[in-house]
């Protein structure tokens, strides 16, 4: 069964950057498309970010040219590098995933199959 965990969360100063990683196992990595979610205290979970199978990406508006997906196969494990990080970043980060192709119909998180527990980020000073 395909599991994934994520890492890298923490505690960061507004400005500042953290690298999240999921790593998954249990499939075959390549196969699978990636999302990165994100919930809030008191919010709807959010779409962030998502890499397809073949490494196309994807990000919503509020994380273009702060965000980075990326992928390395031969470590089964999907990044997500954060930069210049505003406290309204801050919530819980959950990596999700799914056998089909593409990030179509990412943001909402309803046909990815698989989830991670998340892992907090706070920005804060």
């Known amino acids: 069964q395909l599991q994934l965990v994520e890492s890298g969360g923490g505690l960061v100063q507004p400005g500042g950057s953290l690298r999240l990683s999921c790593r998954v196992s249990?499939?075959?990595?390549?196969?699978?498309?990636i999302g990165w979610y994100r919930q809030a205290p008191g919010k709807e979970r959010e779409g962030v970010s998502c890499?397809?199978?073949?490494?196309?990406?994807y990000y919503v508006d509020s994380v273009k040219g702060r965000f980075t997906i990326s992928r390395v196969n031969v470590w089964t494990t999907v990044y997500l590098q954060m930069n210049s990080l505003k406290p309204e970043d801050t919530a819980v980060y959950y990596c999700?995933?799914?056998?089909?192709?593409?990030?179509?119909?990412?943001?909402?998180?309803?046909?990815?199959?698989?989830w991670g527990k998340g892992t907090l980020v706070t920005v804060s000073s």
């Open positions: 999700a995933a799914k056998s089909s192709p593409t990030c179509s119909n990412f943001e909402g998180g309803n046909d990815m199959s698989y």
């Open positions: 890499i397809s199978r073949n490494g196309r990406t």
């Open positions: 249990g499939f075959t990595f390549d196969s699978v498309t």
